[in-house]
């Protein structure tokens, strides 16, 4: 079927939430771990992390001011840091209970059952039970004035990640450590692997490689 | 193991593209139609389309103006729109094959054996072969200055997809169209539903629907 713009402007707001955030296709699973500097932890799942560049290595997301994500926005502006954390299929329920409405002072690692890990040097809570995760500095927060939303830049500062999963040419198996996808805003998914494949160059077929 | 940024700035380049693309988890597929206005199709396969906000309607990709999106990039800013269109299990290596190298007046459509298909009133070709596809209309084309990589926003004005996708409540459903992810530069999966689960509410435990 075909819809044009006053198709999906008719749509009730919450239909049309679910249909335009499936367009776009699978999305990343990330708990993202934030503190106040007070000893209050925050934990939110957001599915809109987006590799941006791998030198300097720098990750984006998008976050909404207005909803649950409200808390991470502050935090990780007041200290300039935040970890990033891939949800698995051990514990994306959890992971989805952060996304609840909790007041400022309640840690969303207690609420969900998730738990905080603390490394040396940085700032933020790493979540344990995460198996690839990373903290990363600050290094914008830009207002896209579109739709009033922040993108927010970080450049990745340290990793953590099971060793046997990063292949001998830097790809770290992700379906291995059991990271989930995110279709639409609450459709969870695990995957299985079609196959890597070559460089692309013309006249050359691609091929599946390992 | 933990690496630091030290044990980052070390790695061998392609060994880090690899490796950071690997952090931010599973990436959406999208195949990227767009013309010069010449008579010229062009298409590219894109990882980094994000959701940015349902109302309105709008969505943003990363395109590195040195790499084969450039005549992506020229073409969507020269006639304002183009298309995105899933990519499917059914033509996962043609779209990946988009990714070498062309002149600019070479059709990916072609090389990659995959066909245009043209809409009235849609300047920029649909690929036929994808499932879900949608237009936009350019709305901003940014630099991000920290690494030369270009934000492209654009909002949807059309939808084309099987409408027995669409559920009740606006969800479309991706992996029933055979929809795949990506994770790092070059691996290509299909999914597997763990499940939907409700809206999250502080006390009480978010549950399976459907």
């Not at 994306?92 to 952060?98: E, S």
Request: net charge negative; aromatic share 6%.
């Amino acid at each position: 079927m075909k819809l044009n713009t006053a198709d999906i402007i008719a749509m009730d707001d919450r239909y049309r939430a679910k249909f335009i955030n499936s367009l776009s296709g699978f999305k990343s699973a990330n708990l993202i771990g934030t503190t106040d500097g007070k000893g209050n932890h925050n934990l939110a799942i957001v599915s809109s992390v987006f590799h941006i560049g791998a030198n300097p290595p720098l990750v984006g997301m998008i976050s909404r001011p207005h909803t649950v994500t409200r808390d991470t926005l502050e935090n990780l502006q007041a200290t300039g840091v935040y970890t990033i954390n891939q949800v698995s299929a051990d514990m994306w329920k959890q992971a989805h209970q952060t996304s609840a409405r909790y007041p400022a002072e309640v840690s969303e690692f207690v609420e969900a059952g998730l738990t905080p890990e603390c490394v040396n040097g940085v700032a933020a809570p790493y979540v344990a039970e995460s198996r690839v995760k990373f903290a990363l500095e600050v290094r914008e927060v830009q207002n896209l004035a579109i739709n009033d939303t922040e993108l927010i830049i970080g450049e990745v500062v340290q990793v953590l990640v099971d060793e046997k999963a990063i292949t001998a040419d830097g790809y770290i198996d992700i379906e291995a450590l059991k990271t989930v996808a995110i279709s639409g805003l609450d459709s969870y998914h695990d995957t299985h692997r079609l196959a890597r494949l070559s460089y692309a160059k013309p006249n050359t077929n691609v091929e599946e490689i390992e």
